[in-house]
């Protein structure tokens, strides 16, 4: 065997090996954890999962936990990420006898960390309640209650706007008719208006008795002043609904579908800082399995890229934000018996 020989067989083998294992020639492959175990914490059952960056860069999570959705012993739990570990889950909120729902974590412009949830026997019930951090989260204010009608973000992250303006994704979930609202408040939480609802038309075909409408809006900002959000949407729709701002989200268009499937599950998005969106949502027309990623270049045309989970089962109501570093942190419902973690690298979102 000739010295060239051996050396192009050396050059081979490590090509071969970036290609078989590019995480570890620049950590371009997705990875995850669960929170926490199942069966390590007192609560069963585990849905709805919110993430924030802190300002030293740890992530925050919070979800609801109890013996199941609805009953009276759901609260609210917390986890941090610092260093290469998630912390014991702590309570953040419980209500007395009734359930707590989907937490929203996010920081308003002037630094302070809040923490909205929902409290009730059913979502046609609820009240909403928060608190806020000024030392991020480790130790915070009381619960307030909003005023009747005022429900905050309802799942999704809100939009903060560079000028402080909150941009928050609401609804209402009423007996066969489900709507979106938009809660806007420029006055970081202190007052807010309401915009809605926002419904999309019902398809000619649809069973006039069945529920039909959209919830829990993501909202995202795509140009100067066009804001747009993406929205779950009834059986009657069946696919992701949109609606469009061309004013800060002062006014709104008509939601209507776009090409994504939406089996009545919550999705979450996120436009990343070169102006792509990724979108996490299941990509099926019903149950909660798949959970799968998908970018989009115009907010309108969706790539799937990547599968979180393709196992039978539920895995559903994601979250998704874009760090400082660039990466994507998504965490969501595995088998409403934990909370799973997974960090995608920048470089894992295909141009």
């Known amino acids: 065997m000739t010295k060239a020989w051996i050396g192009w067989r050396r050059i081979a083998l490590s090509l071969l090996v970036f290609v078989v294992c590019p995480a570890v020639y620049g950590q371009t492959q997705p990875t995850g954890e669960l929170i926490f175990q199942p069966g390590s914490v007192s609560f069963a059952s585990s849905h709805a999962s919110t993430i924030v960056e802190l300002k030293n860069g740890d992530l ?15 609260a609210i739990w917390s986890s941090r990420h610092a260093g290469d570990a998630w912390s014991a889950p702590v309570e953040l909120a419980r209500e007395d006898g009734v359930p ?27 009240a909403a309640g928060r608190r806020s951090s000024d030392d991020e989260g480790r130790t915070w204010s009381a619960a307030e209650h909003l005023p009747a009608g005022l429900l905050g973000p309802i799942r999704a992250k809100p939009l903060v706007m560079p000028d402080g303006t909150i941009v928050a994704g609401s609804s209402i979930e009423a007996y066969h008719a489900w709507a979106a609202w938009i809660e806007r408040s420029a006055d970081n939480g202190k007052t807010w208006s309401k915009i809605g609802p926002l419904v999309p038309p019902r398809p000619a075909d649809a069973d006039p008795d069945a529920n039909h409408g959209i919830i829990q809006p993501s909202v995202v900002q795509l140009g100067d002043k066009h804001l747009r959000f993406y929205a779950r949407s009834t059986p009657t729709v069946g696919r992701v609904v949109v609606s469009d701002s061309y004013d800060n989200g002062v006014t709104w268009t008509q939601p209507h579908p776009l090409g994504v499937p939406n ?6 998005a996120v436009v990343l800082r070169d102006g792509r969106i990724v979108l996490v949502y299941n990509n099926t027309a019903t149950g909660r399995t798949p959970l799968n990623l998908a970018v989009s270049t115009d907010g309108d045309y969706f790539r799937m890229f990547y599968t979180l989970e393709d196992q ?32 995608v690298p920048l470089a894992a979102v295909p141009k």
């Open 60 to 74: 925050l999570a919070a979800w609801f936990g109890g013996t199941a959705e609805g009953k009276p012993d759901v």
């Open 100 to 126: 707590c729902w989907n937490p929203v974590l996010f920081h308003s412009t002037d630094g302070r960390l809040w923490f909205y949830y929902k409290f009730g026997p059913s979502p046609q019930q609820w």
């Open 263 to 268: 089996p009545n599950s919550g999705i979450d």
């Open 312 to 343: 039978p089962g539920e895995y559903s109501y994601p979250a998704i934000i874009q760090t400082r570093s660039g990466d994507l942190e998504i965490t969501y419902t595995w088998q409403r018996k934990a909370i799973r973690h997974v960090h």
